[in-house]
């Protein structure tokens, strides 16, 4: 559909009638074997400037429409403003612009009276060359016939059109459907039917039936009214099919006796026009932009607001009858009812159709150049609505129904006052990938005006824009530029054919853009690998390293072809593309290496189109790498380098591949996590720990596996804090232990792999710092818990545990003294001391003898401690030294053990001291008589 506006009057006389031709707004049709093009492939860098040859100020660039004749292309460009009559101002002009390497443009003479061959020379003669409809139609909307009336002159605004038909390219048969189904009943004309019609405001074609659609929003009290005419029968009024006066009940409102008006009234039907396949049926789309209250309307809904609505039509005999109703979003309580964004929107201001999403149905795309929110004002919004299919009850009727996107609307302006959504058109299925894509205009942005590219894909069309073409980017040879985007040519094929180019026009500039587009590349490629990676098989050398030895290694192959989806020329051409290889993304710590000795590496491809390649080369395992399980993931990106303007890699092409390199598992179920090991865990150890000396502690471990592989076997020795592992050292056994903090214990890596077998290594230990700082309450051992770990199944877990304990000894330093006996000199009397048995008091038993010692230890860490103490206690079985008290000592907490017998068996003495009372060190430690 391509829609055009009128701005200022002219006049122009004729015959008969008097014409009052205002400005032949531009509404062109010439339908073409149509190819594709990928919209985010226009180029910018070179554009064509197509400009009037004289005048500006005429709004060239207000509507295009291109047809194609032979080898030669040609754009119409309606310039609404052009002055182009000494008898009429501002009448308008069409103009056709030669697209070749030079191009330029020349007025057509659109002029029902013109019959001048002129314009024959670039007209091919041979219809078989015609490429599409082989006709044109422009129209003039405010075009007005004054008929003489009893009492005067009656201003018709009609609007009239005007065909022409291949070969004649130039000469126009002017017509008139409204102004011609008045034919002799002038007097009864008004604006109450078909008085201010105004036909021609949007123009469609439909190539399925042949037929030409004609908006005309002024009939019916500018209801408005749409016309379908096959394309044979223009001046045949006996063939019009017109949608007439809307009944109330097709757009679902109730018919009343009160009110002042039996037509929907002021709401602009065929304001815009398209043409739609619905429900297989060939169908005419329009839309009521307007909102209206239903206060005057002879409706049972009263004071409620109509509006904007677009319907859909299909042909019955002569009249257009409604087939369907499409309505912007529904409010928040899910009822029809104008909102504050869309009773404005000027919803269905344009309007065009197109499979977006490759399901055969053509789905409906709605500009709302007004639609604002509390934000902005005019932004503008797109809506889209897909063509839904299915049988009524198996019986082969088909239905349809338009179903809005989700959340719309989902494409919206930006900028206030930029009334995006002002021109929507179907620039066809432009990559080749089955999808037709939708270019979407903002003309009145303060930029200049900016053109959005939308693809289709198999969901549907895309959310965001994949191309912005902006008024303010385009070289400052063509700067400035105002009303970039009010019209977009649609579908208009390029030089060969093949594909398709973007015209632009910009209305206020007096100017047209062509740009054209480049071929596009899409990619097929893949890496593979040879097997998975066996981390124990260290076979490969790397390639230009022989001394770091031999690495794990597996074949690597990376394949690469790339297509052109809309070929433009049979040249072939030879392009360079890189991949760029980065190993082992998912892991912090690199485990893989390519033949660079680095984790990244680049490969080159220079090739003809549809030629497929693959370069090979080997990856390599690091050694010693901790994760064993997770596969390594290689990413592949590809970008192609040093290509001519002409081509581009396709958007929707796979740029970035990932794919995994699995690690071998060397167990029974293949999998990693689920073989089953068997460890057995059991320890050495003799050794005590001397108390506040900086000894290591030595402790001898073997792990024993007699199932699967174990993988990441470790184990921890957790000792309540006490223990830490000395420094970070490697064990006899290649085993590797260091202290964690965070619970505190010490890890000590067996093996990565750890196969059936059994492994003896020695893990060294000494206190941690903290264990230094309570050693008055220190225990009397070392208690230490150590489990072998395994991501492995434990086929008996408590195989792989033990727990011990080590002493702790602490080794004093001792002075001990004697003093003198106390009496250094003892006489014994056998007539007159008496033994044990027979004395009955101490002093029965002779004299006393008393001993003190002293014991001075130098270590100030508090330990325990053992004196004995020997004397003579019998001569020949007789008393010598007989025991009458328990030693007493002073100091510290202590207590003696007799071990020969009683104190004072036979209870001479008066007292028996308690022996675990303290005492002080200056009594008497042993007392004998």
Same mark, same amino acid.
């Given at each position: 559909?391509?829609?055009?506006?009128? $701005?200022?009057?002219?006049?122009?006389?004729?015959?008969?009638?008097?014409?009052?031709?205002?400005?032949?707004?531009?509404?062109?049709?010439?339908?073409?074997?149509?190819?594709?093009?990928?919209?985010?492939?226009?180029?910018?860098?070179?554009?064509?400037?197509?400009?009037?040859?004289?005048?500006?100020?005429?709004?060239?660039?207000?509507?295009?429409?291109?047809?194609?004749?032979?080898?030669?292309?040609?754009?119409?460009?309606?310039?609404? $403003?052009?002055?182009?009559?000494?008898?009429?101002?501002?009448?308008?002009?069409? #103009?056709?612009?030669?697209?070749?390497?030079?191009?330029?443009?020349?007025?057509?003479?659109?002029?029902?009276?013109? /019959? =001048?061959?002129?314009?024959?020379?670039?007209?091919?003669?041979?219809?078989?060359?015609?490429?599409? %409809?082989?006709?044109?139609?422009?129209?003039?909307?405010?075009?007005?016939?004054?008929?003489?009336?009893?009492?005067?002159?009656?201003? $018709?605004? @009609?609007?009239?059109?005007?065909?022409?038909?291949?070969?004649?390219?130039?000469?126009? /048969?002017?017509?008139?459907?409204?102004?011609?189904? *008045?034919?002799?009943?002038?007097?009864?004309?008004?604006?109450?039917?078909?008085?201010?019609?105004?036909?021609?405001?949007?123009?469609?074609?439909?190539?399925?039936?042949?037929?030409?659609?004609?908006?005309?929003?002024?009939?019916?009290?500018?209801?408005?009214?749409?016309?379908? !005419?096959?394309? =044979?029968? %223009?001046?045949?009024?006996?063939?019009?099919?017109?949608?007439?006066?809307?009944?109330?009940?097709?757009?679902?409102?109730?018919?009343?006796?009160?009110?002042?008006?039996?037509?929907?009234?002021?709401?602009?039907?065929?304001?815009?026009?398209?043409?739609?396949? #619905?429900?297989?049926?060939?169908?005419?789309?329009?839309?009521?932009?307007?909102?209206?209250?239903?206060?005057? %309307?002879?409706?049972?809904?009263?004071?409620?607001?109509?509006?904007?609505?677009?319907?859909?039509?299909?042909?019955?005999?002569?009249?257009?009858?409604?087939?369907?109703?499409?309505?912007?979003?529904?409010?928040?309580?899910?009822?029809?009812?104008?909102?504050?964004?869309?009773? &404005? @929107?000027?919803?269905?201001?344009?309007?065009?159709?197109?499979?977006?999403?490759? =399901?055969?149905?053509?789905?409906?795309?709605?500009?709302?150049?007004? #639609?604002?929110?509390?934000?902005?004002?005019?932004?503008?919004?797109?809506?889209?609505?897909?063509?839904?299919?299915?049988?009524?009850?198996?019986?082969?009727?088909?239905?349809?129904?338009?179903?809005?996107?989700?959340?719309?609307?989902?494409?919206?302006?930006?900028?206030?006052?930029?009334?995006?959504?002002?021109?929507?058109?179907?620039?066809?299925?432009?990559?080749?990938?089955?999808?037709?894509?939708?270019?979407?205009?903002?003309?009145?942005?303060?930029?200049?005006?900016?053109?959005?590219?939308?693809?289709?894909?198999?969901?549907?069309?895309?959310?965001?824009?994949?191309?912005? *073409?902006?008024?303010?980017?385009?070289?400052?040879?063509?700067?400035?530029?105002?009303?970039?985007?009010?019209?977009?040519?649609?579908?208009?094929?390029?030089?060969?054919?093949?594909?398709?180019?973007?015209?632009?026009?910009?209305?206020?500039?007096?100017?047209?853009?062509?740009?054209?587009?480049?071929?596009?590349?899409?990619?097929?490629?893949?890496v593979t690998f040879s097997g998975k990676m066996n981390l124990t098989s260290s076979t490969c050398i790397m390639a230009g390293d022989t001394s770091a030895?031999?690495?794990?290694?597996?074949?690597?192959?990376?394949?690469?072809?790339?297509?052109?989806?809309?070929?433009?020329?049979?040249?072939?051409?030879?392009?360079?593309?890189?991949?760029?290889?980065?190993?082992?993304?998912?892991?912090?710590?690199?485990?893989? $290496?390519?033949?660079?000795?680095?984790?990244?590496?680049?490969?080159?491809?220079?090739?003809?189109? +549809?030629?497929?390649?693959?370069?090979?080369?080997?990856?390599?395992?690091?050694? +010693?790498?901790?994760?064993?399980?997770?596969? &390594?993931?290689?990413?592949?990106?590809?970008?192609?380098?040093?290509?001519?303007?002409?081509? *581009?890699? +396709?958007?929707?092409?796979?740029?970035?591949?990932?794919?995994? %390199?699995?690690?071998?598992?060397?167990?029974?179920?293949?999998?990693?996590?689920?073989?089953? @090991?068997?460890?057995?865990?059991?320890?050495?150890?003799?050794?005590?720990?001397?108390?506040?000396?900086?000894?290591?502690?030595?402790?001898?471990?073997?792990?024993?596996?007699?199932?699967?592989?174990?993988?990441?076997?470790?184990?921890?020795?957790?000792?309540?804090?006490?223990?830490?592992?000395?420094?970070?050292? =490697?064990?006899?056994?290649?085993?590797?232990?260091?202290?964690?903090?965070?619970?505190?214990?010490?890890?000590?890596?067996?093996?990565? !792999?750890?196969?059936?077998?059994?492994?003896?290594?020695?893990?060294?230990?000494?206190?941690?710092?903290?264990?230094?700082?309570?050693?008055?309450?220190?225990?009397?051992? &070392?208690?230490?818990?150590?489990?072998?770990?395994?991501?492995?199944?434990?086929?008996?877990? +408590?195989?792989?545990?033990?727990?011990?304990?080590?002493?702790?000894?602490?080794?004093?330093?001792?002075?001990?003294?004697?003093?003198? @006996?106390?009496?250094?000199?003892?006489?014994?009397?056998?007539?007159?001391?008496?033994?044990?048995?027979?004395?009955?008091?101490?002093?029965?038993?002779?004299?006393?003898? !008393?001993?003190?010692?002293?014991?001075?230890?130098?270590?100030?860490?508090?330990?325990?401690?053992?004196?004995?103490?020997?004397?003579?206690?019998?001569?020949?079985?007789?008393?010598?030294?007989?025991?009458?008290?328990?030693?007493?000592?002073?100091?510290?907490?202590?207590?003696?053990?007799?071990?020969?017998?009683?104190?004072?068996?036979?209870?001479?003495?008066?007292?028996?001291?308690?022996?675990?009372?303290?005492?002080?060190?200056?009594?008497?430690?042993?007392?004998?008589?």
């Amino acid at each position: 559909m391509v829609r055009l506006r009128s $701005l200022e009057k002219g006049r122009w006389r004729g015959q008969g009638a008097k014409w009052h031709s205002l400005h032949p707004t531009l509404a062109l049709l010439c339908a073409l074997a149509l190819q594709q093009t990928v919209a985010f492939n226009v180029n910018l860098d070179d554009a064509q400037v197509l400009q009037p040859p004289s005048q500006t100020g005429i709004h060239f660039g207000f509507s295009l429409a291109h047809f194609v004749n032979g080898t030669e292309r040609r754009l119409l460009v309606g310039a609404p $403003l052009a002055n182009t009559s000494k008898d009429v101002s501002q009448p308008g002009a069409l #103009y056709a612009c030669d697209l070749g390497s030079s191009p330029s443009c020349t007025q057509l003479e659109v002029d029902w009276r013109n /019959t =001048d061959d002129k314009y024959k020379s670039w007209i091919s003669e041979d219809k078989k060359e015609h490429q599409g %409809l082989g006709f044109s139609v422009v129209c003039a909307p405010r075009w007005h016939a004054y008929e003489s009336v009893t009492g005067g002159l009656k201003d $018709l605004a @009609s609007g009239i059109c005007f065909s022409a038909r291949a070969p004649n390219f130039d000469k126009f /048969t002017a017509f008139s459907p409204a102004y011609d189904v *008045i034919g002799m009943n002038t007097k009864f004309a008004s604006y109450d039917n078909n008085g201010t019609c105004q036909v021609g405001l949007s123009v469609s074609y439909s190539q399925e039936t042949e037929t030409v659609s004609f908006g005309s929003p002024g009939c019916w009290s500018w209801q408005g009214d749409v016309w379908n !005419i096959h394309k =044979d029968t %223009l001046t045949d009024k006996d063939t019009f099919h017109r949608a007439q006066k809307i009944d109330f009940k097709d757009v679902d409102l109730t018919s009343s006796p009160d009110g002042r008006y039996s037509s929907l009234a002021d709401l602009y039907l065929g304001y815009s026009v398209a043409s739609i396949t #619905y429900a297989s049926k060939p169908a005419v789309v329009s839309a009521m932009p307007r909102a209206v209250s239903t206060h005057d %309307l002879k409706v049972v809904e009263k004071n409620k607001v109509f509006g904007p609505v677009i319907l859909i039509f299909e042909e019955d005999q002569s009249k257009l009858n409604v087939l369907d109703t499409i309505k912007p979003p529904l409010n928040e309580s899910n009822n029809f009812e104008a909102t504050k964004d869309s009773m &404005f @929107s000027y919803f269905g201001y344009s309007l065009t159709t197109a499979d977006v999403n490759g =399901d055969g149905l053509d789905d409906l795309v709605v500009g709302a150049p007004l #639609y604002h929110n509390d934000s902005h004002h005019d932004q503008g919004a797109v809506f889209v609505y897909m063509q839904k299919r299915f049988d009524y009850g198996g019986d082969g009727v088909v239905g349809a129904e338009m179903k809005l996107e989700p959340n719309s609307p989902l494409r919206m302006g930006h900028d206030s006052y930029g009334r995006f959504g002002s021109c929507v058109a179907s620039v066809g299925d432009l990559g080749g990938d089955g999808y037709q894509d939708i270019a979407v205009g903002a003309p009145f942005l303060e930029s200049g005006g900016k053109v959005f590219i939308y693809l289709g894909s198999r969901d549907g069309l895309g959310k965001t824009p994949s191309q912005v *073409i902006d008024a303010m980017d385009m070289p400052s040879s063509v700067r400035p530029l105002d009303g970039f985007g009010f019209a977009i040519a649609q579908k208009m094929p390029d030089a060969t054919g093949n594909g398709f180019d973007l015209g632009i026009g910009v209305f206020n500039s007096d100017k047209v853009l062509v740009f054209k587009t480049k071929e596009v590349i899409a990619v097929e490629w893949n890496v593979t690998f040879s097997g998975k990676m066996n981390l124990t098989s260290s076979t490969c050398i790397m390639a230009g390293d022989t001394s770091a030895g031999k690495y794990p290694c597996v074949d690597m192959k990376t394949c690469f072809l790339y297509r052109v989806l809309n070929t433009k020329t049979k040249t072939k051409q030879t392009l360079e593309f890189t991949i760029k290889l980065e190993a082992d993304i998912k892991q912090q710590k690199k485990r893989l $290496l390519f033949n660079n000795g680095r984790a990244e590496t680049n490969l080159i491809f220079n090739q003809e189109k +549809d030629q497929m390649s693959c370069q090979e080369e080997k990856v390599y395992a690091k050694r +010693d790498i901790e994760e064993l399980i997770q596969p &390594f993931v290689i990413q592949a990106e590809v970008d192609m380098k040093g290509a001519s303007q002409s081509v *581009i890699l +396709d958007e929707q092409a796979t740029r970035v591949l990932e794919e995994e %390199l699995p690690i071998l598992v060397q167990c029974e179920g293949g999998v990693a996590d689920k073989c089953e @090991s068997d460890l057995e865990l059991t320890y050495t150890s003799n050794t005590t720990y001397a108390l506040k000396k900086m000894e290591s502690i030595p402790v001898t471990f073997r792990l024993t596996n007699r199932g699967e592989v174990a993988y990441n076997t470790r184990l921890v020795i957790n000792s309540n804090g006490d223990l830490i592992s000395k420094e970070q050292a =490697d064990s006899a056994g290649g085993v590797v232990c260091e202290t964690k903090h965070k619970p505190p214990k010490i890890e000590c890596k067996i093996d990565a !792999i750890f196969k059936k077998g059994e492994k003896e290594f020695e893990v060294v230990m000494m206190p941690h710092q903290n264990f230094f700082g309570s050693l008055e309450r220190h225990l009397a051992f &070392f208690t230490v818990e150590a489990e072998a770990e395994t991501t492995s199944v434990q086929k008996n877990p +408590d195989a792989a545990k033990t727990k011990f304990q080590i002493p702790i000894i602490v080794k004093g330093n001792l002075d001990l003294t004697k003093e003198n @006996s106390n009496p250094s000199h003892v006489s014994y009397n056998s007539s007159y001391d008496k033994s044990p048995a027979e004395a009955s008091n101490e002093q029965e038993l002779g004299e006393q003898v !008393i001993h003190k010692y002293k014991i001075y230890n130098s270590n100030p860490i508090r330990s325990t401690h053992q004196v004995d103490d020997f004397w003579p206690l019998k001569i020949d079985g007789l008393y010598l030294l007989y025991l009458l008290d328990n030693p007493t000592i002073t100091g510290i907490k202590a207590s003696c053990h007799y071990e020969n017998g009683e104190v004072d068996k036979y209870n001479i003495s008066k007292r028996i001291p308690d022996p675990t009372e303290e005492t002080t060190f200056s009594r008497d430690l042993l007392r004998w008589r």
